[in-house]
């Protein structure tokens, strides 16, 4: 069986080598790389496995090598961290996942996508088959979104928070072109306040490079930005709570840990223990709360100063019953970070700034694109893009961000009573629940 294998391995490496794209048309081509990338899935998961049995027979020795993590990265080409995680994967899809083995062999799952559903499977046994048709329908980024999330509610709520205030770090050094770069780690409640500071700003601060004729990427503004901030040169205020804290008034009223049906974790983090909660609400936190039957919010109250934006509460939160947070909604991008409310139906067409025609989608390219779609579908007159062929956000078309103050989400489903606790800052605690008071 392996001398056919190998040698019609060969000849397909042959048929390859004479392949010229410049042949065949867009489509032709296209339906080509996507069965290439199926063909190339399945032979990874053949290498893996192949490369498990070197490790179990011990055949690496044969060449000379140390251990096989060094000779499976001489022979695929990649680091030795990237081979041993490999081969670790290939090991733990024996008798533990068989069917992320089957869909991995086949084709339709990558060697990555396979790592995380065994990671998952082993802390959190039964994820299997769920994560399974979330790879085959997702792409990486929501797997791994989903596997972590599972992987940080199979720990108490306590001890994670123990773990995530022991692993914090931070580490700097000067790069190759004499400049300092960093990494760390911060615990949610810090790094979480922190990014979404620099995400209201940094957007402001782009804006309006972009009008000044800057095409520099939003990394480069974020850099900017950070440094303003540290040195205390930031002036524009973000409009949304830095963090924003879900709880199940059922386990904030017991004082103790959530439940497994109740929420009790910082919107797009991880879960937190009640008692923080609770240290939120006696400061100066600002109370909201949602009522929801698990599948749509029927209610928003604010409690504390005035906040109009009941809808912005509702949007911000995510879907229920997870309340996940925002990320793009445009199919195949998943990002998280600098989204926009855009109105699906344009308010230049007749569409309602509410929960049910508002959607997230990141500024740049997927809110810029859907702008000029709808524009092309003649949804907004004139609007939309200026007479250069540039985008402009005009307050008419089809987007809404509540960041700087263009247009706050408008009239929501909800009510703002205006009572309860009061006081400024910078901390939103969310009571998530099926028709409770509010404490």
Request: proline share 3%.
């Amino acid at each position: 069986m392996a001398t056919g294998l190998v040698e019609r391995s060969r000849m397909f490496r042959a048929e390859l080598a004479r392949f010229d794209p410049a042949l065949l048309s867009g489509d032709d081509c296209r339906v080509l790389a996507e069965e290439l990338a199926r063909t190339e899935k399945a032979c990874a998961a053949a290498r893996a496995r192949s490369g498990a049995r070197v490790t179990a027979c011990g055949s690496y020795r044969g060449g000379g090598y140390g251990d096989a993590a060094e000779w499976m990265a001489r022979t695929s080409g990649s680091s030795r961290g990237e081979a041993a995680a490999e081969l670790k994967t290939a090991e733990a899809l024996e008798g533990s996942c068989p069917e992320t083995k089957e869909a991995l062999a086949s084709g339709e799952l990558s060697l990555a996508q396979a790592s995380e559903i065994t990671r998952t499977e082993k802390e959190c046994p039964g994820s299997e088959s769920e994560l399974v048709a979330v790879a085959k329908s997702s792409g990486l980024a929501t797997l791994k979104d989903q596997g972590r999330k599972r992987r940080l509610q199979a720990v108490a709520a306590e001890e994670l928070a123990a773990r995530q205030r022991r692993a914090r770090s931070y580490r700097h050094w000067i790069d190759e072109l004499g400049m300092v770069r960093f990494s760390g780690a911060l615990e949610p409640l810090v790094s979480i306040a922190l990014m979404h500071r620099l995400d209201a700003e940094c957007d402001r601060i782009r804006r309006e490079a972009r009008r000044g004729g800057s095409d520099e990427p939003w990394e480069a503004h974020a850099a900017d930005t950070l440094a303003k901030m540290l040195s205390g040169q930031a002036t524009g205020p973000a409009r949304r709570a830095d963090v924003v804290v879900v709880c199940d008034l059922r386990a904030y009223r017991r004082g103790q840990h959530a439940e497994e049906e109740e929420a009790c974790h910082i919107v797009g983090a991880s879960p937190v223990p009640v008692s923080v909660v609770r240290d939120l609400v006696d400061g100066d936190a600002f109370v909201k709360a949602v009522t929801h039957d698990g599948v749509r919010i029927d209610t928003v109250v604010h409690f504390g100063r005035h906040i109009s934006a009941e809808l912005r509460t509702a949007l911000e939160l995510g879907k229920p019953p997870g309340f996940e947070g925002v990320r793009c909604a445009e199919a195949g991008c998943e990002r998280r970070w600098s989204t926009e409310w855009d109105h699906v139906d344009p308010v230049a067409n007749g569409g309602a700034t509410s929960f049910a025609n508002l959607e997230g989608r990141c500024a740049y390219p997927c809110h810029k694109d859907k702008t000029e779609r709808d524009r092309k579908a003649g949804l907004l007159g004139n609007r939309g893009v200026g007479g250069d062929g540039d985008w402009h956000d005009d307050r008419n078309d089809s987007w809404c961000d509540d960041r700087d103050g263009r247009r706050e989400a408008g009239r929501g489903e909800g009510r703002d009573e205006g009572r309860g606790k009061g006081g400024g800052g910078d901390r939103d605690v969310s009571w998530g629940g099926g028709g409770h008071d509010p404490p």
